[in-house]
């Protein structure tokens, strides 16, 4: 992936220089690739059409549809519980093929552990999209989990980064703790990140670029306690902060989130840089979107292996759309092994059978096999149907 400078006229190895050198706020030791295991990608067989930035562009505006709003600002996710069904997806053996997900970066912790060929991120916020381009230019101006959440939260880098790539999700939330914020130094790291993300070949807008930067900025300024927000709606004590999030385990006590170890951030980048997580605007309960990415991945021969919905089975319903997305996916093409991945909260959170005590959500998983099946014998009558019915044991 280009690490050009964000002036359009240097190298890429000045400018990639020149922004460690005003990260680290010193001419010190410059980024050191990953020790990590070089583990690629599945076969890319499938995605051949997003090999080049036009292509990825070109991929995005075929399956997206027009934009609606929601209440949120969904910069992160409000699910403390969402690593808690990663141990059972190992034991169900949920790997490779295709991954669906909707919202912002909680996403990355389930394809670090699934592996999947290809991952596209629907929502109907395009603001959505527009901060999938912002995590795409962190990956690609950095080369290792320190820098990147440097690049993020606008801190200086360690100056010995090779010792860095080793060290415990702990250290790394420790620096960034720790670390003073400096204008001119946020600075270039949004104007690095908005050239970066012109280069993806989208046709964006002033305004677009402005809601990049806005977004850039709310994560500079609420540091690694940024929490997700609604709108109209009082915050919830039980909701995590940013460093909730990555410091999280799942249910068997392994830290899971992707920044976790240099493995699974390579993992993610090498995707990234190859074009394979694809950000789509559209509704699950839509005409296009969903359907859309049904028959890409059918028409290529493969299966998707999960599909993170969140709870926006909740809304469906109470909107009167949930058989729209059903009918959706009973056309997608999957195996024994492919999964749902929801999340529950109020009242029902506290009361089902799965809910961990001192989480204001539950993380359920289901087959998607057994999803069809029941919708097709009309056993959703309900929400509380949805989030009960063939539940896998955790």
Excluded at 33 to 43: K, V
Excluded at 153 to 174: H, T
Excluded at 349 to 366: C, D, I, N
């Amino acid at each position: 992936m280009n690490k050009a400078s964000w002036h359009g006229v240097l190298s890429r190895t000045m400018a990639k220089q020149l922004l460690l050198i005003l990260l680290l706020g010193s001419t010190g030791t410059l980024a050191c690739q990953g020790q990590a295991s070089e583990r690629p990608p599945s076969s890319v067989g499938i995605m051949e059409a997003a090999k080049t930035d036009s292509s990825f562009a070109n991929l995005i505006e075929e399956l997206s549809e027009p934009g609606g709003y929601f209440d949120t600002d969904n910069l992160i996710s409000n699910e403390r519980s969402y690593l808690h069904v990663m141990g059972k997806m190992r034991d169900v053996g949920v790997s490779g093929g295709v991954y669906i997900g909707v919202g912002p970066d909680q996403n990355f912790s389930y394809i670090a552990q699934v592996r999947p060929k290809i991952a596209f991120i629907i929502d109907i916020r395009r603001d959505n999209l527009l901060q999938h381009l912002m995590f795409k230019a962190a990956f690609a101006l950095s080369d290792n989990r320190i820098e990147y959440l440097c690049l993020l939260f606008g801190c200086p880098v360690p100056k010995d980064q090779a010792g860095w790539v080793r060290k415990q999700i702990q250290e790394l939330v420790d620096h960034v703790d720790g670390s003073t914020i400096d204008d001119r130094r946020v600075s270039s790291a949004r104007t690095a990140i908005l050239d970066q993300v012109q280069r993806f070949g989208l046709e964006l807008a002033d305004s677009d670029l402005a809601t990049i930067g806005r977004i850039h900025q709310e994560f500079v300024d609420g540091g690694l306690n940024l929490q997700f927000t609604s709108f109209y709606r009082r915050p919830q004590r039980l909701y995590p902060t940013f460093r909730d999030l990555l410091l999280e385990q799942d249910l068997t006590g392994r830290q899971t989130n992707y920044m976790t170890t240099e493995d699974d951030f390579q993992f993610i980048k090498r995707l990234q840089e190859r074009n394979l997580v694809v950000p789509v605007v559209g509704d699950l309960a839509g005409d296009h979107a969903l359907a859309a990415i049904a028959r890409y991945v059918k028409e290529r021969g493969e299966r998707v292996s999960a599909f993170y919905v969140s709870n926006i089975e909740f809304y469906l319903v109470r909107q009167e759309k949930f058989d729209r997305f059903a009918e959706t996916v009973t056309s997608l093409p999957i195996d024994s092994h492919s999964v749902l991945i929801r999340s529950l909260f109020g009242r029902g959170a506290y009361e089902h059978p799965q809910a961990v005590p001192g989480y204001g959500s539950t993380q359920l998983l289901q087959t998607i096999g057994s999803f069809v099946d029941e919708y097709k014998q009309g056993g959703y009558r309900s929400y509380w149907d949805i989030v009960s019915k063939h539940v896998i044991n955790q």
